[in-house]
């Protein structure tokens, strides 16, 4: 691939394609340095008027298309409308100008799936399980024994962790904070990355507005993504509600709940926009090895697929030689998904992020961020920064938990293996067992309502296998533990 399709992404996109626009139609067909008034009339939705012209054979609609698009992106910028300048159009050719990402990615998204852009995208999306199972139970059930965060501090235990800290954060000013996030909060971001600057973060309010925002900027009716299955519910009905084709990668508890990546290439098609994984992984805790990333990565960037890679429990694997590289600092085009909820625990911050050198995915979420939280909560990013510096603190302390309930977990299981069916994480704080015997919805009732203990059956991930999540990263899970060993006992 050229330079200028492989940082479009698009294969069609051409450094060539480009050339013999320049040649062909600007310089021929516009030799007086002005449009052709019937050029001028278009807009880049009139794809029905494009197909008219180009029924006429002079010209392809994708020419017409990247042509259109062309001359939007000069009109953004000081030149005169109506005229073209061909050292502009050079410049962008050449990937020197500024505009550059930008408008390859709009013209990407205008030229690679032969389909009209439909605005506004319809977002409609089905309620959120897990959210509404939860707000049934989460305040009223005694002990959460399905938790997918780990355990959380105060205010004051975070204020704790440095000199100074409280009296700052009593004087921390209440204004609006920087659209993008605090930059000294997104400075902090960028340490936990290789290739990631404080301007590749965009701050969101959580792991969830992030998605929302993603999948809104990334794609268009009509597209197709391939989502890693089952999971977190929004990674793939934002994209549903938007009206993209989803196909559903699925993992199997007979594989350790692995990804099977013959089955992804079977799944890629031509109009492959996006890969949705979340490793490591909510409900499994299955984790990615470094070869199937490798994998995953190639795959990507041959085909001009962009990934979107859901890494909130990263930094939680059991073992930490497991770690994998993160996807933003793979590829530019990549983006990652980060939060404070998960891996620091930290979820009433509500401060999330995608990392990401994807120029275009970044302005357009930073756009549509202008219509939902405008800026994030400047407590929360006070606290959300002052939590960062001590993150390996922090983590410490989840990974101690974690390996400590793992082994009350394997003693468990091995105790009950005749009625569970036990998949040992690799990492994070959740895990998703089997009940081998009697049906899971009718289990997670009857042990919530008699003994206060709450866990999440599968089947609100619309999952069919009789699993359920638990959740093992909480100070009172060794008790929640004997609970529910005392219902299975009863
Ligand atoms: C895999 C995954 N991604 C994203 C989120 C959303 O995170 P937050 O609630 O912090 O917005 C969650 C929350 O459970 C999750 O499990």
Not at 72 to 78: F, S
Request: hydrophobic share 40%; proline share 6%; glycine share 4%.
């Amino acid at each position: 691939m050229d330079l200028f399709a492989k940082r479009t992404g698009n294969p069609t996109l051409t450094n060539a394609l480009l050339d013999h626009i320049i040649q062909n139609i600007i310089l021929k067909v516009a030799p007086a340095d002005t449009f052709p008034p019937s050029l001028q009339i278009f807009k880049p939705s009139d794809v029905t008027q494009f197909q008219k012209l180009s029924q006429y054979g002079e010209y392809s609609v994708e020419f017409l298309l990247v042509l259109t698009e062309l001359i939007m992106i000069q009109e953004k910028t000081n030149y005169p409308s109506g005229t073209i300048n061909l050292d502009l159009f050079q410049k962008i050719r050449d990937g020197a100008d500024i505009f550059f990402l930008s408008s390859a990615r709009l013209l990407s998204d205008k030229v690679a799936p032969k389909k009209q852009a439909n605005y506004p995208i319809p977002m409609n999306p089905a309620p959120f399980k897990l959210e509404r199972y939860f707000a049934r139970y989460e305040f009223s059930a005694r002990y959460l024994l399905c938790s997918s965060d780990c355990e959380s501090l105060t205010i004051a235990d975070l204020l704790a962790l440095e000199l100074g800290a409280e009296a700052a954060f009593k004087n921390h000013w209440l204004g609006y904070t920087e659209s993008l996030g605090a930059p000294s909060l997104r400075r902090e971001i960028a340490n936990i990355y290789e290739t990631i600057a404080p301007e590749h973060v965009l701050v969101h309010a959580g792991a969830q507005e992030a998605i929302t925002l993603f999948m809104q900027a990334a794609l268009q009716p009509g597209d197709h993504v391939i989502v890693h299955w089952p999971c977190y519910q929004s990674l793939f009905e934002i994209a549903k509600s938007i009206g993209a084709e989803i196909s559903y990668w699925e993992a199997r508890a007979e594989n350790g709940w692995a990804l099977d990546f013959d089955e992804l290439e079977r799944l890629i098609r031509p109009d492959t926009r996006l890969i949705v994984v979340n490793t490591p992984h909510n409900p499994t805790g299955w984790l990615m090895s470094r070869a199937e990333q490798a994998r995953l990565e190639l795959l990507c960037r041959e085909r001009g697929i962009l990934l979107f890679s859901d890494e909130v429990y990263r930094e939680l694997e059991h073992n930490p030689a497991d770690r994998l590289p993160a996807a933003c600092d793979l590829d530019p085009n990549f983006v990652s998904l980060g939060v404070m909820s998960k891996a620091y625990g930290l979820a009433g911050l509500r401060i999330g992020w995608v990392a990401t050198r994807n120029e275009s995915i970044y302005q357009k979420m930073a756009a549509l961020k202008d219509y939902t939280t405008i800026c994030n909560s400047a407590p929360s990013e006070f606290l959300a920064e002052l939590a960062l510096r001590h993150r390996q603190e922090l983590m410490a302390r989840n990974l101690g938990m974690i390996q400590h309930n793992l082994t009350l977990l394997d003693d468990f299981f091995a105790r009950h293996s005749e009625r569970f069916l036990w998949v040992r994480p690799k990492a994070g704080p959740i895990a998703f067992p089997k009940l081998l015997q009697g049906d899971v919805e009718i289990f997670c009732d009857e042990l919530v309502h008699e003994s206060g203990v709450l866990l999440l059956p599968g089947t609100i991930y619309d999952h069919p296998g009789n699993c359920f999540r638990l959740g093992f990263a909480r100070r009172n899970m060794p008790e929640a533990l004997a609970r529910l060993e005392e219902f299975l006992n009863r």
